[in-house]
């Protein structure tokens, strides 16, 4: 039975801790506005880049100079898979469900005798990982020093990856992120992008518009393959930012809840023993008169 | 015909420009500048560091654009920009970090791409004549 003096102390400290989740939640509900914000504003470009390039693929695929980025190797032998997670934790089963995702691809990948190698974005990732597949790991990106991701950063991973697949250091890349659908869903997704696929979307009519091309056809292929993979790394850095906070919102959200439910449980404890000592010290008070 | 069309200009980060009445749109293309107007044939074009100006009836805007590519249809044109700024924001400061930035690419080059960097380099130093004058 603990005594008042405990469950006083354990009461405070509770209250300190609900204070705590309080203030993140508030503190991730700002910096997902504004994670979304930066993600819609974001996906303009996406989307025109998006068509531009399917309609270019579509009519450059199938011919022999089409580039490499487009193509592939032609093999599919060893397989980067590119995790991003967030730098920080607290964030429920954010960086967990991007990481077991992960797990599950290169598990399957090995059992297929591919060979695998992994490049970490965010610190999460990497130390969920390190411990079973630590041997693959070729890279890891740190972004903890960025405040505001841009596309600066994005640019400096594609143009990592790009020279990596030049070199010949891997077949098929893939991407490991959290799609934000909304504060209480965020859906762990792995996107392949080089060899880059650019199927139209559902709906979207590939534009049967002949355009002239300058310079030729496929220079601004070239061109604009190593701009559409940082575009596609811009937007899953931006998904994932908003997808953190997103889920660092509800998890710190429901802890609220949690340390509330646990300071009304304990207030009624505390009540009750103080309640039993004062019964008892009237039983003694009583009882000692009686006895006179 | 339209006598109007439509102008977007979009960077990765943000949507820049939008105008629904551009009467014509100068544009740094690769192979040398070039003026779009309503009704141009569909073509693409990827962009080097220059001077981008739209003009409708009422306005001239001008924008310094890094580089990127435009996507031309009869009905309007769409700019798609790495790096663009109105030209009011177009600085000394900023030119020269751009020159910096590009001069450290070309130092840093590969020999095999070293005609293409000193040509971003040359087409940095001349967007400054051509914004800042």
């Given at each position: 039975m603990p005594s008042?003096?405990?469950?006083k102390n354990r009461i405070g400290s509770v209250k300190n801790t609900r204070k705590i989740t309080k203030a993140m939640q508030m503190v991730a509900a700002a910096k997902l506005r504004r994670a979304q914000e930066a993600a819609e504003a974001a996906r303009p470009y996406a989307e025109r880049m998006h068509s531009v390039m399917a309609g270019l693929a579509s009519s450059v695929q199938g011919r022999d100079n089409a580039p490499r980025l487009l193509s592939?190797?032609?093999?599919?032998?060893?397989?980067?898979?590119?995790?991003?997670?967030?730098e920080r934790g607290l964030c429920g089963g954010f960086n967990a469900n991007i990481a077991k995702l992960a797990r599950q691809t290169a598990e399957k990948l090995l059992a297929e005798g591919k060979e695998v190698k992994i490049l970490t974005v965010g610190k999460k990732g990497r130390d969920a990982l390190r411990r079973e597949y630590g041997q693959y790991f070729i890279g890891h990106v740190d972004l903890s020093d960025v405040k505001r991701l841009?596309?600066?950063?994005?640019?400096?991973?594609?143009?990592?990856?790009?020279?990596?697949?030049?070199?010949?250091?891997?077949?098929?890349?893939?991407?490991f992120f959290s799609i934000f659908e909304s504060v209480i869903a965020q859906r762990p997704t792995a996107?392949?992008?080089i060899p880059a696929s650019y199927e139209p979307e559902e709906g979207e009519e590939t534009p049967s518009v002949n355009y002239d091309y300058e310079p030729s056809e496929t220079q601004i292929l070239e061109d604009l393959l190593p701009r559409g993979v940082a575009t596609q790394i811009f937007t899953a850095l931006l998904e994932n930012g908003a997808s953190e906070q997103g889920a660092r919102m509800s998890a710190m959200d429901s802890a609220t809840r949690n340390a509330g439910?646990?300071?009304?449980?304990?207030?009624?404890?505390?009540?009750?023993?103080r309640q039993a000592a004062i019964t008892k010290e009237l039983i003694e008070i009583i009882s000692g008169a009686e006895a006179l | 015909m339209a006598d109007t069309m439509q102008f977007d200009l979009v960077?990765?980060?943000?949507?820049?420009?939008?105008?629904?009445?551009?009467?014509?749109?100068?544009?740094?293309?690769?192979?040398?500048d070039l003026t779009v107007m309503p009704g141009h044939a569909p073509m693409l074009t990827t962009l080097r560091p220059g001077k981008l100006t739209m003009v409708t009836r009422s306005e001239t805007q001008s924008y310094a654009v890094?580089?990127?590519?435009?996507?031309?249809?009869?009905?309007g044109i769409t700019v798609l920009a790495e790096r663009s700024l109105p030209a009011e924001e177009f600085t000394k400061e900023v030119h020269d970090r751009l020159i910096e930035e590009a001069r450290r690419v070309h130092d840093e080059a590969h020999p095999s791409v070293a005609d293409m960097t000193a040509k971003l380099l040359a087409d940095m130093e001349a967007l400054g004549s051509h914004m800042l004058s």
């Open positions: 008042l003096k405990d469950l592939g190797t032609g093999s599919d032998k060893v397989q980067l898979l590119v995790v991003m997670t967030a841009s596309y600066d950063d994005a640019q400096k991973i594609a143009r990592d990856l790009i020279g990596r697949f030049d070199n010949g250091e891997f077949d098929v890349a893939t991407i996107k392949q992008i439910d646990m300071i009304d449980k304990l207030t009624i404890e505390y009540n009750r023993t | 960077a990765p980060e943000r949507k820049l420009a939008s105008e629904e009445a551009a009467v014509e749109v100068m544009v740094p293309g690769a192979d040398g890094t580089g990127g590519f435009a996507e031309i249809t009869p009905e």
